[in-house]
């Protein structure tokens, strides 16, 4: 069975633009969650999504937003990108809302100049 | 607010030397405790989850205990391959969001 898969796996792209990051989770899965990992710290949480819809959302500006499509994929999307938008971005899927393990795809790697 | 901090930051061992990685933490009220594998450019690869203190899991060369308030990593005879960041998480009983750790980089020299 295919695990999460992300696309683009790498992108590079200029301050001020917009940029989408693409899912899919591990057929079966409900629940996507996307993390935001610099390098040299571990993975920081951004959104989880269930049932198409936000259910939890960490500490990032407003320029930061996702949605989940009715099969289950999702996508992040990244307005008027700094600088410090720069990392790897991380998918992860559970079975379902509360699922107690989550299994990450291999991330999105954005680079902006 | 949960927090995870991970020692040593980095290490380095020879092959065959066994030793341990230490996760700390605070949470209130754990739902669970997650170790994860790094390989550099890649996604983290899931390990154990451990729920409650004094639980044990064992992967290969990999064994997880878990207290009320720090967690082990052992790495028993460790190879090469083995090298690699390894994460710990936690969870709590309020949020649906994994709190990370800042990893351990290890190295296994042959």
């Known amino acids: 069975d295919a695990g999460v898969t992300q696309s683009p796996t790498h992108l590079i792209k200029t301050r001020g633009q917009h940029v989408t990051l693409r899912c899919s989770p591990i057929s079966g899965h409900k629940s996507v969650s996307w993390y935001q990992q610099v390098l040299g710290q571990g993975p920081q949480f951004i959104f989880q999504y269930y049932e198409k819809e936000e259910r939890g959302r960490g500490n990032f500006p407003d320029r930061f937003s996702a949605r989940q499509f009715p099969n289950y994929s999702s996508e992040l999307n990244v307005n008027a990108l700094l600088l410090g938008d720069s990392a790897l971005y991380l998918c992860?899927?559970?079975?379902?809302?509360?699922?107690?393990?989550?299994?990450f795809g291999e991330g999105s790697w954005l680079t902006v100049v | 607010e949960d927090q995870v901090t991970q020692s040593p930051e980095a290490l380095r061992l020879q092959e065959g030397e066994s030793s341990s990685l230490n996760c700390s933490y605070t949470v209130s009220g754990l739902r669970g405790l997650f170790w994860y594998r790094q390989d550099p450019g890649k996604g983290p690869e899931f390990l154990f989850t451990l729920y409650s203190a004094g639980e044990e899991k064992e992967k290969e060369r990999l064994k997880a205990t878990l207290t009320k308030k720090e967690s082990f990593l052992h790495i028993t005879a460790p190879k090469p391959e083995d090298s690699a960041t390894y994460l710990c998480?936690?969870?709590?009983?309020?949020?649906?969001?994994?709190?990370f750790g800042p990893g351990t980089r290890l190295s296994v020299l042959p």
């Open positions: 998480a936690v969870r709590d009983n309020y949020g649906q969001n994994f709190v």
């Open positions: 992860a899927s559970s079975l379902e809302f509360s699922g107690n393990t989550i299994y």
